[in-house]
């Protein structure tokens, strides 16, 4: 789970998980990470819900059926997974161990069951961030914007976000999304520090030793 940090400082890569109830704008912020940061990947689901306009199999989700996703629990290729408005949804383990021990971070967008699983297998690992909408009117406007689901559905998501919303003292930062370019600032500053953590940088010890015998000299 290391290579060669930006700087030039070898370093285990991180675990970075996005939660939020549906609307509280983590997509969006998801997608900035990762146009933004180099070195970040995004982990892309496995999932049984019909696929929405718009979405590309691959890229969004790998929409797959119910035995299927079955099959994939079954055979240890999750590494967590969880049931979402009736729906699984699951993280392949195998392209995330792929880019950890590549170097490389992993950004996660699943929700609080799948975050405390995270955790508990790799706690050192995980870095988590809990989004809030700034107010309920802001969350149901998003979600009617969205336009992409009916009202039966939003209103099943409004409800859900009240449950959702409950485990936010679960994760180690509370970014409160008033204004997408604020947020994005405050998510990528959070990246940013824990990619420099002390404990993450295994190649810190090398690199002083090093530094001390060219002071040496
Ligand atoms: P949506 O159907 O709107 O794309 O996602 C619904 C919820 O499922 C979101 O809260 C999202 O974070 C969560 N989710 C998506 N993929 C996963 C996953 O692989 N594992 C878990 N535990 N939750 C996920």
Same mark, same amino acid.
């Given at each position: 789970?290391?290579?060669?940090?930006?700087?030039?400082?070898?370093?285990?890569?991180?675990?970075?998980?996005?939660?939020?109830?549906?609307?509280?704008?983590?997509?969006?912020?998801?997608?900035?990470?990762?146009?933004?940061?180099?070195?970040?990947?995004?982990?892309?689901?496995?999932?049984?819900?019909?696929?929405?306009?718009?979405?590309?199999?691959? %890229?969004?989700?790998?929409?797959?059926?119910?035995? $299927?996703?079955?099959?994939?629990? /079954?055979?240890? *290729? &999750?590494?967590? !997974? =969880?049931?979402?408005?009736?729906?699984?949804?699951?993280?392949?383990?195998?392209?995330?161990?792929?880019?950890?021990?590549?170097?490389?971070?992993?950004?996660?967008?699943?929700?609080?069951?799948?975050?405390?699983?995270?955790?508990?297998?790799?706690?050192?690992?995980?870095?988590?961030?809990?989004?809030?909408?700034?107010?309920?009117?802001?969350?149901?406007?998003?979600?009617?914007? %969205?336009?992409?689901?009916?009202?039966?559905?939003? $209103?099943?998501?409004?409800?859900? /976000?009240?449950? *959702? &919303?409950?485990? !936010? =003292?679960?994760?180690?930062?509370?970014?409160?999304?008033?204004?997408?370019?604020?947020?994005?600032?405050?998510?990528?500053?959070?990246?940013?520090?824990?990619?420099?953590?002390?404990?993450?940088?295994?190649?810190?010890?090398?690199?002083?030793?090093?530094?001390?015998?060219?002071?040496?000299?």
């Amino acid at each position: 789970m290391t290579a060669a940090g930006f700087d030039g400082v070898e370093r285990r890569g991180l675990m970075f998980v996005l939660s939020s109830p549906s609307g509280a704008g983590k997509t969006t912020l998801s997608r900035l990470l990762i146009e933004r940061m180099p070195g970040l990947k995004m982990s892309v689901s496995a999932t049984t819900r019909p696929m929405r306009p718009g979405e590309v199999d691959g %890229r969004d989700y790998f929409f797959v059926d119910k035995p $299927r996703f079955e099959a994939m629990v /079954a055979q240890g *290729e &999750l590494l967590e !997974w =969880a049931t979402v408005f009736d729906n699984r949804y699951g993280t392949p383990r195998a392209p995330v161990e792929a880019a950890l021990s590549a170097g490389q971070d992993v950004l996660f967008d699943i929700d609080w069951q799948g975050t405390q699983q995270l955790r508990e297998k790799a706690r050192a690992d995980v870095v988590s961030v809990f989004i809030l909408p700034p107010s309920a009117a802001d969350l149901e406007k998003r979600l009617h914007t %969205r336009a992409q689901d009916s009202d039966e559905v939003i $209103r099943g998501r409004m409800s859900r /976000a009240t449950h *959702e &919303l409950s485990h !936010w =003292a679960e994760y180690d930062y509370i970014v409160v999304n008033h204004d997408v370019d604020d947020a994005f600032a405050e998510v990528q500053s959070i990246l940013k520090a824990e990619r420099l953590k002390r404990e993450r940088r295994t190649g810190l010890t090398e690199f002083v030793r090093k530094l001390q015998r060219q002071l040496e000299k």
